[in-house]
């Protein structure tokens, strides 16, 4: 008996209800996948987010501009992904101010740590207990890389993940998932810009905790960032990262008490230290050299010196280290021993932090 109009649409009704329920998820997350591959300018890792948000629908949010692109990632439950992929080939022009993602900074968790594995990067958070973490890896990119539209080959690409997923940090089994999203999306931009450069490893395995304000130890048996910094009266302990290739490390250095943080060293690289003397050439005050112009010297009247040396590996841009003496806003001048002292710290510090980079020994004061 043939079938009527009603009975035929009740059919097709039940198909359709059967497609959902069964291939039609598959689609819907099809559709939400393509989705995803077009955030962040095409060259957001559209698995690695699965594999660390979720099977379910994503939110997407992005934004695409001239050597920038930016997407955020959300899922149900508050996990999130914030997405950053900077080509750091301009870093440090006048007028770009803050081209570069942050890396984190001395934050409440304390100093970031590097993401080692290959990678040039660190791993930044902040209370344990929120769980959220930045990833910020710098991708240096060889000579024979791709051009820009400017006619330079780009020279580095900078890629940042804010990751939130709501588990602790204090677990190693939970912090690998943090760093996913960005080995995944570094690994395609650097196809999409054509930069030519060496990744590190595609899933980081383990990855340490920032290191916090109470983890102080002796200078004299430092291994990381303050390795071969020398002890004087009052600067005896040590506030340090491991040195594994991040572009930009840190060494505090402070006294017996644990309590006051005497001396600041940094180190920066890549497009990093490009950024750092941009940032002194704006609000130079007067005629004095600073950074932006100098390879090495005395910033203002205090112990602050910069000396900085060449890195082949990093686009030419040459490495800057600092040292800063710290201390209240109406403490006295330094003495002569101070100031001496500050330039022996940087001369090891950076000699030490260059070696490791594969640059050639530091200029210094």
């Known amino acids: 008996m043939a079938l009527t109009r009603k009975r035929t649409a009740g059919i097709a009704a039940v198909a359709a209800a059967a497609l959902l329920a069964g291939g039609g998820a598959y689609w819907l997350y099809g559709q939400n996948d393509r989705e995803l591959a077009r955030a962040c300018g095409g060259m957001l890792a559209v698995a690695d987010v699965r594999a660390v948000l979720g099977d379910g629908r994503l939110d997407v949010e992005t934004d695409s501009g001239t050597g920038r692109d930016s997407c955020e990632v959300r899922a149900e439950g508050g996990r999130s992904a914030t997405v950053e992929i900077v080509d750091a080939t301009r870093a440090g022009e006048p007028g770009r101010r803050d081209p570069l993602p942050d890396l984190g900074g001395p934050s409440a968790r304390g100093l970031p740590v590097p993401v080692g594995s290959g990678w040039s990067g660190l791993f930044a958070a902040g209370d344990d207990e929120d769980g959220k973490a930045t990833v910020t890896l710098a991708l240096p990119c060889a000579r024979s890389s791709a051009k820009t539209p400017t006619g330079k080959p780009v020279t580095g690409l900078v890629i940042s993940v804010r990751t939130e997923l709501g588990t602790t940090l204090d677990d190693p089994a939970d912090r690998p998932a ?9 690994a395609k931009a650097a196809d999409a810009y054509g930069c030519r450069t060496r990744l590190g490893a595609p899933r980081i395995r383990t990855v340490g905790l920032p290191v916090t304000r109470e983890e102080y130890e ?29 572009p930009v490390e840190r060494c505090l250095l402070g006294d017996d008490g644990h309590t006051d943080e005497r ?38 009247d205090d112990a602050d010196y910069w000396a900085s040396a060449a890195c082949p590996g990093d686009g030419g841009e040459r490495a800057l280290f600092l040292v800063q003496r710290t201390h209240p806003r109406d403490a006295p001048r330094p003495t002569a021993a101070e100031q001496a002292y500050a330039r022996k710290a940087l001369r090891a510090f950076a000699t030490r932090a260059a070696q490791s980079h594969g640059c050639e020994p530091p200029t210094t004061p």
């Open 178 to 186: 943090y760093t996913r999203i960005a080995t995944g999306t570094a």
């Open 218 to 246: 002796p200078l004299t048996g430092a291994t990381g960032t303050c390795a071969g910094v020398p002890a004087a009266p009052g600067v005896t302990t040590a506030r340090e990262t491991a040195r594994a290739g991040a």
């Open 263 to 300: 001396y600041t060293l940094e180190a920066r690289f890549g497009p990093y230290a490009a950024l750092e003397r941009a940032s002194y050439a704006e609000r130079r005050y007067d005629s004095d050299p600073t950074p932006a112009d100098a390879p090495k010297g005395r910033l203002n």
